[in-house]
């Protein structure tokens, strides 16, 4: 069996974790791509997401997104120090990132395992997250494989989006197991995971949308992970860190999502990415 220090992680831009645990763990991220205005921005290199979510409202028509090109993942694992790698990426039925590094992957046998995490932002993250700990624990290929399933089995991505809009005109609505026409006219609270965009609660009124996701996610009760996310405006996603973060057994991270995401999420959208204890 490899050892722990043979063992590499990729993931692409849209997994969300932090520059600091990048670092950390020498976690290699592939970008996304973002076409705003006419331009061409590597998702995360080439425009701050300050920048972009400034921008957003202004900006016609809407950015749209692309996977990186499957060279990009070859030319990442062919950089990388021999041993296995573990590439996790973006739900393969949101997204054509996975089936880019799929491709790549083919040319290096049995070395590259792809792994489809079924979600989204911090969801795909804790995954990464909870891979790079174990590897740095020194766990084995299997070790570290029956972590990240353990992760998924025990995670709950909830997204909290102020409008449809940008679902709808990035042609990704039909993804949502519900009514469109009735949802178009609420705040929805989606659950997005295992490949799935469902809506768990259909209200009328943004602050009453938000206090069924807090009571969702408190009835989860003790949770090892928390990260609370927003695109634009921190000030709703700090009201939620401060309700949920006794709820953690380490530290919550606050995190504005990547512009890949943002495009389709807009404005004002929030959510919660969590791994319960059980």
Known sequence: MATSQAISLVTDSTADVPAE??????????PAVVVMGGQ??????????????????????????AAPAAGEFEAVYESLPDGPIISLHLAAAFSGIFNAARI??????????????????????WQ??????AI???????????????????????A???????????GRISLIRASVG???????????TESKLNSVSQERTRRKALAGLISLVQSFGSLERLAVLYSDNQ?????LLDQFKAQSQTPPWLIQITPTLGTHAGLNAVGVALVTSS
């Open 21 to 30: 645990l990048v670092e950390r763990h020498d976690i290699r991220v592939v």
């Open 160 to 170: 909290l989006l102020d409008t449809l809009d940008n679902l709808r005109r990035g």
């Open 235 to 239: 000030a709703p996603a700090i009201e």
């Open 40 to 65: 061409t921005y590597r998702d995360g290199l080439d425009m701050t997401r300050e920048e972009f979510y400034r921008r957003l409202p202004t900006i016609g028509p809407l950015p749209s997104t």
């Open 128 to 133: 990464v997250v909870a891979a790079a700990e």
């Open 104 to 125: 790549a992957a083919q040319n290096f046998g049995e070395r590259v395992t792809v792994i489809d995490t079924g979600t989204v932002s911090m969801g795909i993250g």
């Open 182 to 192: 009735a949802i178009l006219q609420v705040k929805p609270v989606l659950d997005i």
């Open 136 to 158: 740095a624990g020194g766990a084995t290929l299997d070790a570290v494989l029956e972590v990240i399933a353990s992760v998924r089995r025990r995670l709950k991505m909830l």
